[in-house]
């Protein structure tokens, strides 16, 4: 309850007339924070470990012009300062997530940047973990203590993608929403500060609860779990966030800057592998919701393949039909990824098309002479059909 009033009271101070009466001057920034305590040392040397595993693991993302990327709009977000010591690994794993460790480890998961339209909304998410790390929020986590539950939900979410280290499963922190609340506002005022467009920290709260509105529907189930919380909820809603920010943002909201070309054309390299991994998640509900919004009503080449993909993977015959016309669509939109042939061919060979499957199939046979499935894929051109 404390927690609860306190999360309250923070978001109740923010209201007021304009973001510039309501934000407060950043806090000013000390050293490095060296730790004192044997709760303090004992976490520093669990996230330094977490740390020496992960920059072995083959879930990081080595690419340079990425990595230099992010670490580039970290330091315009919250200061050269305090960006200094922070070490950024993209981590890839198809969810929303972000988090920074007290040692100065920030994590990114590609999952994030995908749903994510322009710099100031990187910015916002980057701003916001480094507020956790400025607080301390970690360290009073650490003190309060993690149920086995918490490592239960946490390595339950990331079991797919083993890759990931075991000292980064154990070193997760489950915020309250007091601290929550406090690193929204802080993420805003870094925001605010280093010039980016206030309005991008509620926005992206805003598709968060679109599409899981659209993930619940397309399982069947009621859409309730995000409009309003329990007494006792650890986080903010998706909703109360989207509508505190939004109005501490105030009048300035639309002011400021959203470098949109810029973040496009760092994250285009790597779209086509973050939407691969999206698909992978079994989710046609939010998948078909987030390629909608990536779209935004021009559907390029590359999201037609995966919306593609998405039909074909989820296979009800309607879906086949669906699937066959995104294919051709991406192929007529100039793709020339060999899936695309791969995907039609087979979508109309299940629709009963064989004839036109085969040739599909055929063709991308020509174009990735290579294939790890080349085998397969002939004989369903020599037997016109599929098991």
């Not at 749903?115 to 701003?127: I, P, Q, W």
């Given at each position: 309850?404390?927690?609860?009033?306190?999360?309250?009271?923070?978001?109740?101070?923010?209201?007021?007339?304009?973001?510039?009466?309501?934000?407060?001057?950043?806090p000013p920034y000390g050293t490095a924070y060296t730790p004192?305590?044997?709760?303090?040392?004992?976490?520093?040397?669990?996230?330094?470990?977490?740390?020496?595993?992960?920059?072995?693991?083959?879930?990081?993302?080595?690419?340079?012009?990425?990595?230099?990327?992010?670490?580039?709009?970290?330091?315009?977000?919250?200061?050269?300062?305090?960006?200094?010591?922070?070490?950024?690994?993209?981590?890839?794993?198809?969810?929303?997530?972000?988090?920074?460790?007290?040692?100065?480890?920030?994590?990114?998961?590609?999952?994030?940047?995908?749903?994510?339209?322009?710099?100031?909304?990187?910015?916002?998410?980057?701003?916001?973990?480094?507020?956790?790390?400025?607080?301390?929020?970690?360290?009073?986590?650490?003190?309060?203590?993690?149920?086995?539950?918490?490592?239960?939900?946490?390595?339950?979410?990331?079991?797919?993608?083993?890759?990931?280290?075991?000292?980064?499963?154990?070193?997760?922190?489950?915020?309250?929403?007091?601290?929550?609340?406090?690193?929204?506002?802080?993420?805003?005022?870094?925001?605010?500060?280093?010039?980016?467009?206030p309005l991008a920290a509620s926005r992206i709260w805003e598709?968060?609860?679109?599409?899981?509105?659209?993930?619940?529907?397309?399982?069947?189930?009621?859409?309730?779990?995000?409009?309003?919380?329990?007494?006792?909820?650890?986080?903010?809603?998706?909703?109360?966030?989207?509508?505190?920010?939004?109005?501490?943002?105030?009048?300035?909201?639309?002011?400021?800057?959203?470098?949109?070309?810029?973040?496009?054309?760092?994250?285009?390299?790597?779209?086509?592998?973050?939407?691969?991994?999206?698909?992978?998640?079994?989710?046609?509900?939010?998948?078909?919701?987030?390629?909608?919004?990536?779209?935004?009503?021009?559907?390029?080449?590359?999201?037609?393949?995966?919306?593609?993909?998405?039909?074909?993977?989820?296979?009800?015959?309607?879906?086949?039909?669906?699937?066959?016309?995104?294919?051709?669509?991406?192929?007529?939109?100039?793709?020339?990824?060999?899936?695309?042939?791969?995907?039609?061919?087979?979508?109309?060979?299940?629709?009963?098309?064989?004839?036109?499957?085969?040739?599909?199939?055929?063709?991308?046979?020509?174009?990735?002479?290579?294939?790890?499935?080349?085998?397969?894929?002939?004989?369903?051109?020599?037997?016109?059909?599929?098991?």
């Open positions: 309850m404390a927690g609860w009033m306190i999360a309250a009271a923070l978001a109740g101070a923010a209201l007021g007339a304009g973001a510039s009466d309501r934000l407060a001057p950043l004192t305590t044997v709760d303090e040392r004992g976490l520093w040397q669990q996230a330094d470990e977490a740390e020496r595993d992960l920059r072995d693991s083959p879930a990081v993302i080595r690419d340079a012009a990425l990595n230099a990327y992010i670490g580039k709009v970290l330091c315009r977000s919250v200061g050269e300062g305090r960006c200094r010591g922070v070490r950024v690994y993209v981590v890839r794993a198809p969810y929303f997530n972000a988090f920074m460790a007290p040692n100065g480890m920030m994590i990114v998961w590609t999952g994030a940047l995908l749903r994510l339209r322009d710099e100031a909304e990187l910015a916002s998410v980057l701003g916001h973990e480094f507020g956790h790390f400025e607080m301390r929020h970690e360290l009073k986590t650490f003190r309060r203590g993690r149920t086995i539950g918490d490592i239960i939900a946490w390595t339950g979410v990331i079991s797919p993608y083993s890759t990931l280290p075991v000292s980064l499963i154990q070193l997760h922190f489950s915020y309250s929403r007091a601290q929550e609340t406090e690193a929204d506002l802080m993420g805003l005022r870094y925001l605010t500060a280093a010039g980016y467009r598709r968060l609860m679109a599409e899981e509105d659209a993930t619940a529907l397309g399982r069947k189930r009621r859409v309730t779990h995000h409009y309003s919380a329990g007494f006792f909820a650890d986080h903010p809603t998706e909703l109360a966030r989207a509508t505190y920010l939004r109005e501490t943002a105030g009048t300035d909201g639309e002011r400021g800057d959203e470098a949109r070309e810029a973040f496009l054309t760092a994250m285009r390299p790597w779209r086509a592998t973050f939407l691969a991994d999206q698909i992978k998640r079994n989710d046609f509900g939010g998948s078909e919701y987030l390629l909608g919004e990536l779209a935004t009503g021009h559907w390029t080449s590359d999201l037609l393949l995966t919306r593609g993909e998405l039909y074909r993977e989820r296979g009800n015959p309607r879906d086949l039909v669906s699937a066959a016309q995104f294919y051709q669509q991406a192929i007529d939109a100039g793709c020339t990824d060999p899936i695309a042939w791969r995907g039609l061919g087979l979508s109309l060979l299940r629709g009963q098309q064989a004839a036109a499957g085969r040739a599909a199939l055929k063709t991308y046979l020509e174009k990735a002479p290579a294939a790890s499935d080349r085998a397969a894929m002939a004989m369903l051109i020599g037997e016109g059909g599929v098991q």
